[in-house]
């Protein structure tokens, strides 16, 4: 873009999964190649510890420009004032095509970074099997049970997860609870002004409970890492899972080719306004950052419609880009996610359990929904102790 | 000597012992064997199940150049060996000093000020971490090798001394006197006399810092985070996670982390037991 | 010039006083050795003149130099310790030559102290030896040596030779001889040993609980002891006592159904004594049977033998010659009445006729 | 000439007096500002909230109150503490255990003791990954291999929150159990040989000489056993931060680690309440330290 | 009943032989020494009876019993270390009862016996103390205790008196000569100090390098050695020897410049002798200028003179009375030629005239 800038850039990246990682490095490539003159100097950490090491690295020595995520999540640096408000990069016109997702970038009325990538969650399952077993792709909670029952019957499970991390337990309850009781009402959970113990939260979790109690669900998930449980996948011995989209990348290196896998929106239960999962990860200039320039530079850079399409493709992140102007690589999985985003969530887009919740709630609610998984029957004893968590949070 | 001397028991059992040793090895090594067949291991071996099955093929060189081409571990390793050595360096230096003067001196508080250290080297150090953390912070060094050594030195210096000090104490005191008498100044003797005679010691001390100080995690986690600046043992977290469910790369990753305070122990193996046994705590 | 003179010198550690007071002449070139039980204060004695302790109340002077408050290095004194001491780092020369090094003497003058240390001690063959390669009669050697490169004017030993075996102690008793023969430096040592006391010292120190018992050249407290204590601690075996009432004349001695004729001032008469007989001044008389024989122990040329008396107070004499007792015998004694000592048997002090 | 001790420097006349603070120095200060100073300012820490960036609001004793009164995590991690500090001094038997059978002289016997010994010098991280790995529910894991094979059915141990802690520390004993080996052997190196003799005389043999004359003679080995041991099984953060990150269900939780999570973890960063926990945590180890500082002291007293 | 026969015991670690097949018979109730140089054997013979190590070659009785493999606690011996090996974490009366116990004798019998021992050594006031509170000497009275409890046939003794002070050393050697007179069982005891082994023993076993130089009494030995070795063995302080050539009826003796008229056997004519004699048999004879005083050392009633010969031979000799030599005086010598022994100067072996 016409101007170069010069000098020094410190970027920390999460992005430590193998394919996301490809892509960083690339991207620093590029964007040091129409910088010549720019020294970037790229730290990639464990996805893991960067989201304890993120406050540390914000306050001591802070970098130009650091990964983290949208909403909620934002929250305490930005109350602690550790992000640099980038408003003006949105209203000075440097970043076109980003108007669209401008709200999960506001929080107190400024925007404090760029996003540029986002993802569907939804049910990835293998093809193969459900043709063997001659099952469809659901629409209703009743189809997705009685295909359950199918697969459950033909000895195999039917949701590979890994929950040793606890978040990915939060992508099933926000999915339940969305479709039981509407995407407002998980909102309202989200900010605190709905009891735990409430009627409809304990209907979500019994929603929840039938699934569980049938066995549909791998033994041993809180033993396993959402990579490690891929494998059960692969084998065959599990058939769907509730995952975003960047499962699909390591799927395919396992050795599933796109006539194994297919997606589809995860069924109905109520008949409520349906939201759906759709995290969006981001790029930030801490507040003591010394290049700031070079920051919104590479910002700028990161979210043009070019840069994003080519990041998100298929054979790189196989993401969503969040510019408008943008393409969507021709991907049957980027395609769908697309298309359901655009055309079938009505309720709203959420961007995950544990970036919607304050942090300790979130910590506290996922330790619960693992155990819950584990031990349904568990479940007043769950909500009590959330409930008091909430009450003590939130106050 | 207890128990009985196997040249003095029955034929049966001296037979029986020889057998039974390898076998009790094997079974208290195995997990490490597993992680050390693991680490040779193709890919495919984990794909297809063969998880404890022998190797389908021998991927040494594969699996290791991974971990040593195609990762940080490198990297961290060489944060290991700086964060390491220094601390080495440092502890010895200012416990032998520290050790010199509780040792050899008598003087009002002298054991007051030793069991300073010594209850100071017992306190569950999750208490210092964040006023650590926030020190640490405060004079730039968070997420630096100089940060992290730093405080190895110091809280490492309540154990060294400790082990210094009762070794000062075995010396036989005369020889000090001797050079007391012959108008050696007390700079001198520390020089010229004492630490001479605390070879063994150092020895001691250094190969078992060098252990404690590669092998720490928490201080890592802690103090740094990163590439830059974090040792293996953090590293080998992080290098984890790029290879999640990749078992043999873990595994050879481990088992680089793992080397350099192993092979330390068989190269020095006299000096570590006895400054085990001779410092008597960690 | 260099005598060592102490002046009501005293020791407290905390509270415990352990050195009552001492007052000590030693001359220029004297063999001083300080004997007593363990315990007494010898050690302690020694290293406050050495400086090595600090003095507690009194004064100290070695030559002309009030030396109380110094530090032991600028005393002019070497000492020469029980367990040698010797830097095990070093070599002999190195160990020798330390002194003198770190106190920045030329290469050259340490060069030659050694040398002239090492001819003196023989220790031409080991100088490039470590103390562990040394036997332990070499390595006292070396710390001698050690002590001598220095010049110092007052020589130091506590208890040298009592980590050597009997054969080499005798051996480098002798050796210790020579030299004082041969620098003539004054020298002040300890120990326990009587043996070593009596054939080293010009001079004998017996000290009791931080307390002098006597001063006095070593055949002169053998001969001449002033009291019960020095009489029983100087002589091996140890001298006889048994119980006496000085009489008219004479002194009653139940145990050997006897009296001693004896001149005595009046003013005792009637008083309990201690009378003291060295086993050595015994002899047996088959005639008499006061006695009877507990225990023989022939040692070759010589022998012992326990008698016990009616009473069950014990005797031991020393037989020469082929002619013994046997087990069992009754026997008399027989001795010059001029071997006789007397004491107070209150306060042990000795009464002179 | 008497002017001499005059003339000398205060230094020269001091020194002896004056060295050994010299010499103390660096050390104090060190271990003073890392140590010591850091210890009171969590006391202090912890009677405030504090999110470790803005200013800390004074709160009195409410984290204790929130702590003690009936704080699930810490109960359980509270328990989990004194199930590692009792099944931790496990390690002192089996590490006699072994040292019994491997002090012998064998051909090779340096190399086995050496190999034995090994799992101590490896990282906890290390040892922790390894044992994570034996551990692996279904047949993935060597564990589950070897029961199997003896006809029992897999487990899930650190998949199971009434496990998942035996689990860690299972695997925690594994080089405690080395390092206690290690003491034994050079205690019994030191056993007096004559005493082993007089004892055969006197016909004790086997348990009873073990037991009567041995273990009496490796106090001191115990008692080194026995701190290490308990420091060890206070500390013991590694293994659980890498095998099972607290869970499952946040079942493995030591306070150690229900510090650190709520101190520095992705959600945490309540650093008053952390300091609360690592206060609760540093009494609990005063009393060990007391027990140890008082029988060093007793030995001191002995000496010079 | 209880006497100890050794026949044809031989011992080997690995290829290293140190016990050169010994044939020894020790009767019941003896009193039995081992003494020699270091490193001859005396402790690996003696724990070849306790059944401390095994024995090679050879067997081995108790009584009647052969006892050559069986195990220590059935042989019925009962052992004193030189260390005492007393076990420290329980107290006096424990330790002496512990034997018992571990034999499972009823808890009244093991009582009785203590008291017993007790008793004889005058243990009483101790029994509840531990060792570590306990003197030297108290030390090793237990460990005799504890052997005694045992009511063994055979006691075995390793230098048990060589970390004592030469006083104590004294007292606990009559103890024991005490002890075995009062309870009268076999007895064993290894040392290498003269005194002991002529004190205590009935039967003196004098070994070098694996083998027997001469069994004997005490007296014995030392009037009639069989060897050079053993001559110069026992006796306190050592035997002088000289060289010396047979003449016609007489032993040149040049050192002392004469000739000692004396019945020799023809074959010996014109060879090289070593002539033994006794310092204490020797008597200055101020007439004399064979010899030159070097060193004289006074001990009390005691003192020795070293002498020098012209051809550089070295004679000590022992004077008593009050006349002395003084160093640097050229004296003679005279003595009885009784007192002479002579030994062939190769085999070393006496020549009886
Ligand atoms: N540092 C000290 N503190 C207190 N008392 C001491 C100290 N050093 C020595 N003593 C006491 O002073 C007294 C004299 O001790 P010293 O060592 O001089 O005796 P000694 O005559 O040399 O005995 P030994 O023959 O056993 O060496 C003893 O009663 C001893 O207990
Ligand atoms: N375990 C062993 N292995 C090899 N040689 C040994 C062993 N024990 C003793 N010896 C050798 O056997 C010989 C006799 O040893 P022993 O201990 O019986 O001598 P000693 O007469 O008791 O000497 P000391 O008077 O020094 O005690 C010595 O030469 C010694 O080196
Ligand atoms: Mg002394
Ligand atoms: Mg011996």
């Not at chain 1, 298929?314 to 408008?324: E, R, S």
């Not at chain 3, 300890?190 to 609980?209: C, G, P």
């Not at chain 3, 004896?262 to 007989?277: E, H, N, P, T």
């Not at chain 4, 800390?56 to 409410?62: D, E, I, N, R, Y």
């Amino acid at each position: 873009d016409g101007h170069t800038v010069s000098g020094e850039l410190r970027i920390v990246s999460d992005m430590s999964n193998p394919a996301p990682r490809a892509v960083m490095e690339g991207l620093v490539a590029d964007f040091g190649a129409l910088n010549p003159d720019l020294n970037i100097e790229l730290t990639i950490v464990d996805r893991e510890a960067w989201k304890t090491q993120i406050r540390n690295s914000l306050t001591a020595d802070a970098p130009d420009v650091v990964n983290w995520y949208a909403a909620n999540r934002m929250g305490p640096y930005v109350e602690a004032g550790l992000f640099e408000d980038v408003s003006d990069m949105y209203e000075d016109g440097s970043l076109p095509g980003l108007d669209a997702v401008k709200g999960a970038m506001t929080l107190n009325g400024a925007q404090w970074g760029v996003p540029y990538t986002f993802y569907q969650w939804g049910i990835y399952y293998r093809e193969d099997i459900f043709n063997e077993l001659g099952l469809e792709e659901p629409t209703t909670m009743e189809q997705e049970m009685a295909n359950c029952q199918v697969i459950l019957d033909s000895g195999r499970k039917c949701y590979a997860i890994g929950t040793k991390f606890l978040w990915t337990a939060g992508g099933w309850f926000d999915y339940m609870n969305m479709r039981t009781n509407g995407f407002d009402f998980h909102m309202e959970l989200a900010r605190g002004e709905v009891e735990w113990t409430d009627e409809r939260v304990v209907q979500t979790f019994e929603n929840w409970a039938a699934l569980i109690e049938m066995g549909a669900f791998i033994d041993d998930h809180q033993s396993y890492s959402w990579q490690e449980a891929l494998k059960f996948m692969t084998d065959g011995d599990a058939t769907a899972y509730l995952i975003g989209n960047f499962a699909v990348a390591p799927m395919r290196d396992a050795g599933l080719d796109d006539s194994q896998i297919d997606f589809y929106q995860f069924p109905t239960i109520a008949d409520v306004p349906q939201g759906e999962d759709a995290p969006t990860d981001t790029f930030h200039i801490p507040a003591q950052a010394s290049n700031k320039d070079n920051a919104r530079a590479f910002l700028a850079y990161v979210a043009s419609a070019d840069v994003q399409t080519e990041i998100n493709a298929g054979a790189a992140l196989g993401q969503l880009p969040v510019n408008a102007n943008s393409g969507v690589d021709a991907d049957e999985f980027l395609e769908q996610g697309f298309d359901m985003l655009s055309n079938n969530a009505q309720g709203g887009v959420a961007q995950f359990f544990d970036r919607d919740f304050p942090a300790e709630m979130a910590s506290v609610g996922m330790e619960g929904l693992q155990e819950f998984m584990v031990f349904p029957e568990n479940r007043d004893d769950i909500l009590e102790r959330l409930e008091d968590a909430r009450q003590r949070i939130y106050q | 000597m207890f128990p009985t001397p196997l040249e003095k028991t029955s034929r049966q059992w001296q037979i029986g012992y020889q057998v039974l040793l390898p076998i009790v090895l094997i079974i208290w090594l195995l997990p490490l064997i597993a992680v050390a067949v693991f680490s040779i291991k193709p890919d495919a071996d984990f794909t297809n199940g063969n998880y404890w099955g022998m190797p389908s093929s021998f991927e040494m060189f594969t699996n290791y150049g991974k971990v040593f081409f195609e990762s940080d571990m490198p990297r961290y390793l060489l944060n290991s060996v700086f964060i390491t050595v220094p601390t080495v360096i440092g502890c010895i230096v200012l416990s032998s000093m520290t050790g010199f003067a509780l040792g050899v001196y008598k003087f009002r508080g002298n054991l007051l000020i030793f069991f300073m250290f010594i209850a100071g080297n017992f306190v569950p150090f999750q208490i210092l971490m964040v006023p650590v953390r926030d020190l640490t912070l405060s004079m730039n060094l968070y997420d630096t090798k100089t940060g992290l050594v730093l405080f190895h030195i110091a809280f490492q210096t309540g154990f060294c001394t400790l082990f210094m000090r009762n070794f000062i104490r075995a010396l036989p005191f005369p020889l000090i006197e001797a050079a007391r008498v012959e108008g050696v100044s007390e700079w001198r003797i520390f020089l010229f006399v004492v630490l001479p005679l605390m070879k063994p010691a150092l020895a001691a001390l250094s190969v078992l810092i060098f252990t404690f100080i590669w092998n720490d995690y928490f201080w890592a986690i802690v103090l740094t985070q990163g590439p830059d600046s974090q040792p293996v043992t953090a590293g080998i977290t992080s290098f984890n996670s790029q290879y999640r469910a990749a078992y043999h790369l873990m595994s050879a990753g481990s088992i680089v982390a793992a080397l350099p305070p192993v092979a330390m122990f068989f190269l020095m193996q006299k000096h570590f037991i006895a400054g085990l046994t001779l410092g008597a705590v960690k | 010039m260099s005598g060592v003179t102490l002046n009501k010198v005293i020791k407290k550690y905390g509270d415990v006083q352990v050195i009552h007071g001492i007052d000590l002449e030693i001359k220029d070139g004297e063999f001083c050795v300080f004997v007593g039980p363990s315990g007494c204060g010898k050690s302690t004695l020694l290293r406050m003149v050495a400086g090595l302790e600090e003095t507690t109340g009194g004064t100290m002077a070695i030559g002309d130099r009030d030396v109380t408050t110094m530090d032991p290095s600028e005393r002019g004194v070497a000492m020469v310790f029980q367990t040698y001491a010797l830097y095990p780092h070093m070599t002999v020369k190195e160990n020798m030559g330390f002194g003198l090094k770190m106190n920045r003497h030329p290469k050259k003058e340490i060069e030659e102290k050694v040398a002239e240390a090492t001819r003196i001690l023989k220790l031409e063959d080991y100088l490039e030896r470590k103390p562990a390669a040394l036997s332990g009669g070499q390595r006292q050697r070396v710390s001698i040596g050690r002590a001598i490169v220095r010049g110092p004017e007052v020589f130091l030993f506590d208890e040298p030779l009592s980590n050597l075996d009997a054969e080499l102690r005798v051996e480098m008793r002798v050796e210790i001889a020579r030299l004082h023969k041969e620098i003539g430096a004054t020298m002040i040592y300890v120990t326990h040993d009587q043996v070593e006391a009596m054939t080293l010292a010009d001079k004998i120190v017996v000290l009791r609980m931080g307390v002098i018992e006597q001063v006095g050249a070593p055949m002169d407290l053998y001969r001449d002891p002033d009291n019960k204590f020095v009489a029983g601690f100087i002589g091996s075996p140890a001298m006889n006592f048994m119980d006496g009432v000085v009489g008219d004349g004479a002194v009653d001695v139940p145990a050997l159904k006897t009296s001693i004729p004896m001149k005595i001032a009046a003013a005792y008469k009637g008083k309990a004594v201690s009378v003291g007989l060295r086993p050595e001044h015994l002899v047996i008389d088959p005639a008499g049977d006061a006695l009877r024989v507990d225990l023989t122990e022939s040692l070759g040329g010589v022998s012992y033998a326990y008698l016990v008396s009616d009473s069950g107070e014990r005797i031991v004499i020393e037989e020469r010659g082929d002619e013994r007792v046997s087990e069992g015998q009754m026997v008399g004694l027989s001795f010059e009445d001029k071997r006789v000592y007397l004491f107070d048997a209150e306060t042990e002090a000795r009464i002179r006729t | 000439m008497a002017t001499a001790t005059t003339q000398r420097s205060w230094y020269k006349r001091n020194e002896i007096a004056v060295t050994p603070w010299l010499f103390l120095l660096p050390g104090i200060v060190m271990f003073a500002l890392y140590v010591i100073f850091p210890i009171f300012q969590s006391f202090w820490i912890s009677f405030h909230q504090w999110d470790g960036l803005g200013e800390k609001t004074w709160v009195g004793l409410a984290n204790y109150e929130r702590l003690l009164g009936g704080d699930r995590k810490f109960e359980t991690s509270f328990w989990n503490n004194l199930r590692w500090l009792v099944l931790y001094l496990l390690a002192i038997p089996m590490g006699l255990f072994i040292s019994l059978f491997l002090n012998q002289k064998v051909f090779g016997i340096r190399l086995y003791k050496s190999l034995f010994f090994f799992p101590f010098v490896i990282s906890q991280v290390v040892v922790g990954l390894v044992f994570s790995w034996f551990y692996l529910p279904g047949d993935l894991g060597l564990l589950n291999v070897v029961i199997g094979f003896f006809g029992f059915e897999p487990v899930n141990i650190l998949g199971r929150a009434e496990s998942a802690t035996y689990g860690i520390i299972a695997a925690g004993l594994w080089p405690q159990t080395a390092y206690c080996m290690i003491l034994y052997l050079t205690g019994l190196n030191s056993v007096d040989p004559e005493q082993v003799e007089a004892a055969r005389l006197d016909g004790a043999k086997g348990h009873r000489m073990l037991w009567h004359v041995i273990l009496p003679q490796l106090k001191p080995a115990t008692f080194i056993a026995f701190v290490v041991t308990i420091i060890g099984a206070l500390r013991s953060f590694d293994f659980i931060a890498v095998m099972t990150n607290g869970g499952p269900f946040g079942s493995t939780r030591v306070l150690s680690f229900y510090m650190f999570e709520e101190s520095l973890s992705e959600f945490g960063f309540r650093m008053g309440y952390g300091a609360a926990i690592a206060v609760v945590l540093f009494f609990i180890m005063l009393g060990f330290i007391t027990y140890f500082l008082w029988s060093m002291y007793q030995d001191e007293k002995g000496a010079r």
